[in-house]
């Protein structure tokens, strides 16, 4: 019998976590468990700060309301924690047996971890060391292994394809080529779908290194029909296939894990092109508009369903788990087989054999559709 639980949010704020905040909060009233919220992510877990979630004004009316209302934390990585000592030098220590005294003390009968692949991470070894843990996968990136959608992500897609619609009128008014940045640092499928959404010319993805003068030529293609422009998607993570993804590195730093950020991408594939095909070309970089503001009507659905499955695994007992959706159907599998070092599994799902991450496979049938309708992917 579980009385008490506990909801964290880490990692990028995406539309869909005050939907699945609400519904684990909900399930857990009909069920009549006490649920609270770590403020922060991991952050609030390793500071012991907390707050009742049910019977409250914060929890009320969050459904469309996008962000998080207990927070989010990003690089907080408490196996490798960035420690500034008093003198200032800076230290990465291991904290996680403070985060399992905590919950201990308080007596949390599980936490939901809602988080993309490193905040699972940090949940299976969490749940390794006896915190129950359930995850619940969350990024629009959509790029966690052993499900077929994050919550977020169709919100994400739908502001790219908003922002296509709204980009052709320019690009045919003024006969120039419109480029759009997207997020999607080592997957494409913000960029894929919503070039199909949005009717883009050309997408250009990390999984497939592009030849700049194969988006050119395409272009140049649609000049001689007589089509005076073009719109472009790319996504921050999409390299030439003689060069390396364009990042700017300020804030990165090894030892923590913390991750790459990426800049740029778009505005060298728009120069480059306006070189190359003579039509004036132009970027827009839509950055964390795909991840601010309120859920579509499915996230909100997606984020529901995940966030109530959640607190019935808890319920059955079941921790150390991730909530997904396997072929259209809600369903749970072990954080091991999503995180964990079974490789193989990683390369089913997309990924690589270092990393589990589920990136776009060349026979998905959105790359299928796209070369069919005539999109150009750069290769
Ligand atoms: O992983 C989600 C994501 O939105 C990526 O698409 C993007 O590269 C990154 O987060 C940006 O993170 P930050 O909020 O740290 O700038």
Redesign the pocket.
């Known amino acids: 019998m579980i009385k008490k639980v506990a909801i964290l949010a880490n990692?990028?704020d995406v539309a869909g976590l005050n939907p699945v905040i609400r519904a684990i909060m909900r399930t857990a009233q009909t069920n009549g468990i006490e649920c609270y919220g770590f403020i922060d992510g991991y952050k609030g877990l390793l500071e012991n700060n907390f707050i009742r979630l049910d019977g409250n004004r914060l929890a009320d009316g969050i459904l469309p309301k996008g962000g998080s209302i207990i927070g989010s934390s990003?690089n907080t990585i408490v196996f490798n924690y960035k420690v500034t000592n008093p003198d200032g030098t800076v230290e990465y220590k291991d904290l996680s047996d403070l985060c399992v005294e905590n919950v201990k003390k308080d007596e949390f009968d599980c936490v939901f971890t809602l988080g993309?692949d490193s905040t699972q991470k940090s949940a299976r070894d969490l749940y390794i060391k006896g915190i129950n843990t359930i995850g619940v996968p969350k990024?629009?990136?959509n790029d966690v292994a052993c499900t077929d959608i994050t919550f977020g992500y169709n919100t994400a897609v739908s502001v790219a394809a908003e922002a296509l619609d709204r980009l052709h009128t320019t690009a045919e008014t003024h006969h120039r080529i419109m480029c759009l940045e997207v997020?999607?640092?080592y997957a494409g499928w913000i960029a894929l779908e919503s070039a199909i959404a949005g009717g883009a010319d050309a997408a250009l993805i990390p999984e497939i290194p592009y030849d700049i003068n194969k988006v050119a030529e395409s272009i140049n293609k649609r000049i001689a029909r007589g089509k005076q422009f073009s719109v472009v998607v790319v996504s921050?993570g999409a390299a030439p296939k003689d060069g390396e993804a364009s990042t700017f590195t300020s804030d990165v730093d090894s030892k923590s894990g913390i991750?790459v950020?990426?800049a740029g991408a778009g505005d060298k594939v728009s120069k480059e092109l306006q070189k190359l095909t003579g039509l004036e070309s132009r970027c827009t970089t839509l950055g964390y508009m795909q991840?601010g503001g309120t859920p579509t009507a499915y996230d909100r659905v997606l984020s529901t369903k995940y966030g109530a499955k959640a607190m019935e695994l808890a319920m059955e007992g079941k921790f150390g788990v991730l909530t997904v959706i396997k072929d259209g159907k809600l369903d749970y599998v072990s954080l091991e087989d999503v995180v964990g070092n079974n490789k193989k599994l990683g390369e089913v799902q997309g990924g690589t054999e270092d990393s589990n991450v589920r990136l776009v496979t060349m026979d998905h049938e959105l790359v299928k559709t796209a070369r069919d309708i005539g999109i150009c992917l750069g290769d």
């Open positions: 990692g990028g990003t993309g990024t629009i990136d997020m999607g640092r921050e991750s950020k990426f991840r």
